[in-house]
C-alpha cells in the first residue's frame, strides 16, 4: 500500500510542473517560501501566520531526503522532516509543500537544461562545463533571468532511481498528451457530400444534394470520433504505466525483502558475537574480581601477623625487668617503654 500511496503523490506532484520549457514561465519564485491564502485554507483552519525566514541548504537537503524516503502523503513527509530536522527551525506542512513544489519545478527543467546541453555532443566538454552550461541556458531561459538555486538538490536527486522513475511518468503522460492534441488537430475538414471521395468530376446523379446541416452534423462525429480515439491512446498509455508500476513494485518489493532477511541474518550473527564476546569479558572480569580478592586476603594476613608481632614484642619490652640492667639498658628500655605508652594513648 505505501508504494501506491507514493504513486498517487508522484501524480499530483506532477500535475504542478512541466518536464519540458513550454509554460517554463510558470517557475514558481525562491521568495515564496508559504502558500497563499486559499491554499493555506484548503489544508489547515490555524490563523495566518508570518512568513518564516528563507529556506536553507540545509533544509532543503533534509526536504528532498524526506521526499526519497517516504513515499507517502505530505504529512508523513512533514512527520520525517520535523523528526530529523535536529537544529532547523521548524516548518508547517504547507511550508513544506511550496517548498517541495519549488524544488521540484526548478530541477525538473534544469533536468530538461541538462538533457539539451547534452544532446549537442560538443566535445572537450567536461561534467563541471556541462553543468555550468545548463545553468546559463536555465537562466536564459527564465522569464525573471534567475539562475538556477537548487544545484544541492539537484546533486542530491539525479542518480535517484525515485527521481528517475518521476521524471519517466511525467514524460510518457505529457508525449500522450501531446498525441491526443496533434489527433485532435488534425481532423479532417469538411467533406463535400457531392462524391464518397469528395471528387467533384464524379455524376451529379450519383449523389444527392444535401444542405449544410448534414455536413456539420457529419464533421462533428468524426471529430468526436477522433477524440475517442485519442482518449483511449492516453487510456492505453496510462494502463501501460500501471502495469509497469505493478511491476516494478512487486519486484522491489521482493528485493525489499530479500534485503531485510539478509539484514536480519547479519545482525542476529552479530549480535551473537557480541554476546559471545561480552560472556568473555565478564568471565575476565570476574576472574579479576577474584585475583584482587584474594590478593586482598593475603595483604590482611600479612597485615594482621605484622599486628599481632608488634604486640608481643610491645609485650616483650613492657614485662622486662629493668632492675637488673645496667644504667644504659635501662636508660634504653625505658625510652621504648615510653615510646610504646605514649603511642597506645594516641
Not at 499530483?12 to 519540458?20: H, K, P, S, T, V
Not at 509543500?97 to 534544469?110: C, E, G
Not at 533536468?111 to 546541453?117: E, K
Not at 475538414?189 to 462524391?195: A, M, N, S
Amino acid at each position: 500500500m505505501e508504494g501506491g500511496d507514493g504513486y498517487f503523490t508522484n501524480l499530483l506532484n506532477e500535475g504542478q510542473y512541466d518536464a519540458g520549457f513550454e509554460d517554463y514561465g510558470t517557475i514558481p519564485t525562491e521568495s515564496q517560501q508559504s502558500p497563499p491564502e486559499n491554499e493555506t485554507n484548503l489544508t489547515s483552519k490555524a490563523p495566518q501566520k508570518q512568513k518564516g525566514k528563507n529556506f536553507s541548504v540545509d533544509e532543503d537537503r533534509l526536504l528532498v531526503s524526506a521526499w526519497l524516503n517516504v513515499n507517502t502523503f505530505w504529512r508523513r513527509i512533514h512527520r520525517y522532516y520535523d523528526s530529523n530536522r535536529g537544529p532547523l527551525p521548524d516548518r508547517n506542512q504547507n511550508s513544506l509543500l511550496h517548498r517541495w513544489s519549488s524544488i521540484n519545478d526548478a530541477v525538473s527543467k534544469f533536468c530538461a537544461c541538462i538533457s539539451q546541453i547534452n544532446n549537442r555532443n560538443q566535445s572537450g566538454m567536461t561534467i563541471h562545463d556541462r553543468v555550468e552550461e545548463a545553468e546559463k541556458l536555465f537562466k536564459s531561459l527564465d522569464t525573471h533571468n534567475k539562475s538556477f538555486q537548487f544545484r544541492h538538490c539537484w546533486l542530491q536527486l539525479r542518480n535517484q532511481p525515485k527521481w528517475h522513475e518521476k521524471q519517466q511518468l511525467a514524460a510518457a503522460a505529457k508525449n500522450s498528451h501531446k498525441k491526443r492534441k496533434e489527433a485532435k488537430n488534425t481532423s479532417p475538414g469538411l467533406v463535400d457530400p457531392t462524391t464518397p471521395d469528395g471528387n467533384q468530376d464524379a455524376p451529379a446523379e450519383t449523389s444527392p444534394p444535401q444542405t449544410d446541416l448534414p455536413r456539420r452534423t457529419i464533421d462533428k462525429k468524426m471529430a468526436k470520433e477522433m477524440r475517442r480515439g485519442g482518449m483511449d491512446a492516453y487510456s492505453d498509455a496510462l494502463d501501460t504505466l500501471w502495469a509497469k508500476k505493478r511491476e516494478a513494485d512487486a519486484e522491489k518489493e521482493l528485493k525489499r525483502d530479500e534485503r531485510f532477511a539478509k539484514a536480519y541474518a547479519l545482525d542476529k550473527e552479530r549480535l551473537e558475537l557480541e554476546q559471545k564476546e561480552l560472556a568473555i569479558e565478564e568471565q575476565k572480569y570476574t576472574n579479576e574480581q577474584k585475583r584482587l580478592e584474594q590478593e586482598k586476603e593475603c595483604l590482611d594476613n600479612e597485615a594482621n601477623n605484622l599486628y599481632l608481632k608488634r604486640i608481643a614484642e610491645e609485650q616483650r619490652i613492657m614485662s622486662m625487668d629493668l632492675s637488673a640492667m645496667s644504667d644504659m639498658q635501662r636508660q634504653y628500655y625505658m625510652c621504648l617503654q615510653a615510646e610504646i605508652v605514649a603511642r597506645r594513648m594516641n
